[in-house]
């Protein structure tokens, strides 16, 4: 965050100072006033000014690091670290089948989840606004979170949408195209309410959790129903100019090709997505044959001979598209988060090999692979993440206000 998100949320140079020592003390766990400053290339008296602020809104909290051991003799010395307690957050996933609600405190430690039904995969846009209200209330009373303490709610969607101004050009689970979900989203939430397209909320769970850790340039590639992709550049989440970038399911792999859930043809979601898996290894049984990949992962394994290739043909395709990022992008490292059920070892070595096969040669070493199954929690943890940025936001924002009355 950083540069960006303080010049898109206009914060002075105070606030934006307040921001980044708040989000060093994030960074660190610990830290002390001096080691804020030598990080942060800053004054003492900057430093000590605007942690003082974020003192006194109860944001951080100081704690004596003689009584932790880690200071042997000597002055004791304060350190700060965030206040947990200060404020609670839902992150939410809309999923096909159900809402999943993650409650975290303002250090990000999880108080538990909650999972709400959906009957449909597909709402208008009020009718899912009020599902995700009913599922955080349900999750407040089910995790026992008083309902007036949540200090925001964030909101991972798949499809085409602008993350800082909430406007959804489409959504596979929303049935109309080009809403402003953000304000209709804000109106219907008792509290500060944000959302995100939930690739790039997963890409800043692993950035900030995961096997992005520390890493500047990477990519996450996420495949369940339908494909995403998050960019992480020099640190920051690319969204591209319409906030509708990084489409990675829909860059086309045949032309005039399989119909894909966007209404476009040959896209590669169309051809390695779930729904896609399903129809293709259908072809030619009884509607009903291979309802999910569990069906066909187990039908291959049994012989069957069409859902073997369904699976190895979707493999070598992924690969291909996976080496045209590698061209594309250089990254240190691709994470390829997918769905359960975890693909059997043979489909990944074919994926890996074709991606081997098709990245530009040169005499070094390609950039570092993980493939991991999706857990559902990290999806809501990502959301998670963005609400513990924006209420941080919101938090000194308001603070700034409260100086000047
Ligand atoms: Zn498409």
Redesign the pocket.
């Known amino acids: 965050m950083d540069t960006q998100t303080a010049q898109f949320f206009d914060l002075d140079a105070r606030d934006a100072t307040r921001l980044r020592v708040l989000q060093c003390i994030r960074a660190a766990g610990e830290i002390s006033r001096t080691d804020i400053a030598k990080a942060l290339d800053s004054s003492p008296a900057t430093v000590t000014s605007a942690c003082g602020a974020l003192l006194e809104a109860g944001l951080i909290r100081e704690v004596d690091a003689t009584r932790s051991g880690s200071v042997q003799r000597g002055r004791p010395r304060v350190m700060l670290q965030i206040n947990g307690t200060a404020h609670v957050i839902a992150g939410v996933k809309v999923a096909r089948r159900a809402i999943l609600v993650m409650m975290v405190d303002f250090r990000g430690d999880e108080i538990g989840t909650h999972v709400w039904p959906l009957a449909e995969s597909c709402m208008a846009p009020d009718v899912l606004v009020k599902e995700v209200r009913r599922a955080v209330e349900e999750a407040c009373d089910a995790l026992d979170v008083a309902r007036g303490t949540v200090a925001g709610v964030a909101l991972g969607l798949p499809g085409f949408m602008h993350g800082e101004t909430g406007f959804m050009h489409w959504s596979s689970s929303v049935t109309e195209r080009n809403v402003d979900f953000g304000p209709l989203f804000r109106e219907h939430l008792p509290c500060p309410a944000f959302l995100d397209n939930d690739a790039n909320l997963v890409a800043k769970a692993e950035h900030l959790f995961g096997a992005g850790r520390g890493l500047c340039n990477f990519l996450v590639v996420t495949i369940e129903h339908g494909v995403g992709m998050g960019i992480v550049l020099d640190g920051e989440l690319y969204r591209g100019e319409r906030g509708c970038g990084a489409e990675f399911?829909?860059v086309k792999v045949q032309f005039e090709g399989a119909v894909?859930?966007?209404g476009?043809r040959g896209?590669l979601?169309?051809y390695v997505g779930e729904y896609a898996l399903i129809r293709d290894s259908s072809v030619g049984r009884q509607s009903d044959a291979h309802k999910s990949l569990r069906d066909i992962l187990e039908a291959a394994r049994a012989g069957d001979a069409l859902s073997h290739e369904v699976l190895e043909r979707a493999s070598e395709i992924l690969g291909v598209a996976l080496a045209s990022l590698v061209n594309l992008f250089d990254p240190e490292h691709i994470v390829l988060a997918r769905s359960r059920p975890q693909f059997d070892d043979q489909y990944t070595q074919a994926m890996l090999s074709a991606l081997e096969r098709n990245t530009v040669q040169v005499d070094a070493p390609l950039p570092g692979i993980t493939v991991r199954n999706l857990d559902e929690t990290m999806w809501a943890q990502g959301a998670a993440a963005h609400g513990i940025e924006r209420v941080s936001i919101l938090k000194i924002r308001e603070m700034g206000v409260s100086d000047v009355a």
């Open positions: 399911g829909h894909c859930q966007c476009q896209c979601e169309a």
